[in-house]
């Protein structure tokens, strides 16, 4: 049996949803009214439901993030939701707080969230040995990595393949709450990773101003699924709760075309869902919100992530600027612009900017703002107005199911069969008087065209029989009507006849990978204490938002590296890195500063807050390279 591939999206409200599914996603993920780490992206239990009747019809799954961590006063909330969620016909729950494992829950599948620290083989078994049918990887694993997870336990792993990246390890960021008591474990990050820092050295030299120094390109692996398959990934997860309806359209139309471009004749994997979507525009990723690409770590360290211009969408590459001309400017493919385009650049000032086109007269593109740009200077388009326009409407993309047709005769009058591609069967009947056409000419050809005729339906006809003894006559009307019926109740037929995975969670007792447990496995009520204690772990410290102490603390881990953005990496770039920087380096915003530590075993940078007292080991001696004091 084919192992199936499936294109996860995010759904921000139903009607994005529905819009992801029509893209052609085999699956959504969607905010419930509480406990999901998107606070603006909650839908209500009838909306949720909806969704789920409207994927069943393509069979395809929708899962519900609930994957804030929990307080005491939220255990019981929690657990009746869940119960709402399984009943209204959800697939499956994304979560972190282990809690939920602990609940006298119904027998609902559960994933296990990104921010659930799934990093390494041990951790991820054990989850998968716990009742986790599904583990939602860290971003920052290599394929290799990925590999060797997958080599270690039968679990059904997905990854992010595309869309915004979290640049601390999800779940184990806390600089959002501890620079103003937001957390994002609660569903209310602030985002400081995307506010400018200034830069300082060891000596208290600045070495940058007013940069956007934690904030990294978004991801793009669309490259890279073939080789994500192999190395046992079977979703992919495009990033995008709070993004807007042409990024969502957008995204899912590119992967859904690269992947069935993959699984075309291919004998070991498929299609997750059924259906076939049909495109009114040419997608590409780069036309919707992004900061610029990158592959991050899957292929190992080899490149910059960072964006420090702007944290504001980049958008598509232009051109470059060639002339000024009275108010105007002259771009290398001008031609790929229209009227009121935004255009994205880098000011003079060396500061993200940009301006609107207003008009394009003969090769010159004028702004609605003019602003002086060096010769030379690159032009993106950070909002393509025919672009959005085309994907904004509702038949921007269409989904069906194939459908077979036969249409025959009985004692009583005709009988209409619709067969879908999965084999579902609805019989309508017509009873009606035969009567012979008045003239020789078939009547069959003029049934088919209307039979045909499937609307606004969910189905497209792939093939019809007509076979008739006579050459019967039939109103038009009566074929519609018959042709109606049928659709209709194959459309409850498909929905009922869905089949939801279920899994009843029982409590083991094998051992947790580690006995003792920091804050960033931020355990923050009773439930998820016992869970742990009964896998064996013997100490655990409470969550960072039970018990921070403001100034001390470390506040983000992270594989993104300052220092091999700035070329002074001592185990990459070691032969063109030239001096070293004087630690600590110390990122400031307004009242908040930061120091940065670097641990280049691992391969791994800590934030951490002002008055933490660090001791910093220098990185030639962490690597080897000469041997450590005494």
Known sequence: MKKKIEILAPAKNLVQGMAAINAGADAVYIGAPLFGARSNAT????????????????????????????????????RQLIHQLYTIGVDALIVQDMSIMEMDIPPIVIHASTQANNRDPKHVKFLKDAGMQRVVLARELNLDQIREISEATDVELEFFVSGALCVSFSGNCYMSIAGGERSANRGSCAQNCRLPYNLTDGTGKTLIENSHLLSIKDLDLSDQLPNLIEAGVTSFKIEGRLKDMVYVKNNTSYLRKKLDAFLENNDTFQKASSGRTFYNFEAEMDRSFNRGYTDYFVNKRKEKIGNWESPKSQGQVIGKLIEIKANGYVIENY???????????????????????????NNIVVPNTFKPLAIGTMIYRNSDAEFNKMVEKENSVVRKIGVTLQFTETLEGFQLLAIDEDGHQSVATLPIEKELAKN???????????????????????????????????????????????LEQLIDIRVNDYHREEFQITKTDHPYP????????????????????????????KAFELQWDPGKARVMTTKYCVKYELGKCARFQRETMGEKVVEPLTLTHGENAYKLKFNCKPCEMEIWEKDADLEFEDEDEQLGYVAQKR
């Open 514 to 541: 580690v006995e003792k447990l920091d804050f960033t496995y931020n355990v923050s009520n009773h439930l998820a204490k016992a869970f742990y204690k009964r896998h064996g772990v013997t100490e655990i410290e």
């Open 440 to 486: 020789e000419a078939s009547t069959i050809p003029n049934i088919k065209t209307n039979l045909a005729k499937t609307g606004n339906t969910p189905f497209i006809v792939d093939d019809i029989q007509v076979n008739f003894s006579n050459n019967w006559f039939l109103p038009i009307s009566k074929v519609n009507e018959i042709r109606r019926e049928a």
């Open 43 to 78: 839908n209500s239990i009838e909306d949720i439901a909806e969704m789920v009747t409207y994927a069943h019809l393509f069979k395809a799954q929708v899962f519900v993030v609930i994957n804030t961590i929990l307080y005491e006063n939220e255990l019981e909330p929690c």
């Open 335 to 361: 031609e790929k612009l229209n009227n009121g385009d935004g255009l994205y650049f880098i000011n003079e000032q060396g500061e993200a900017d940009g301006t609107q086109v207003n008009i394009i007269i």
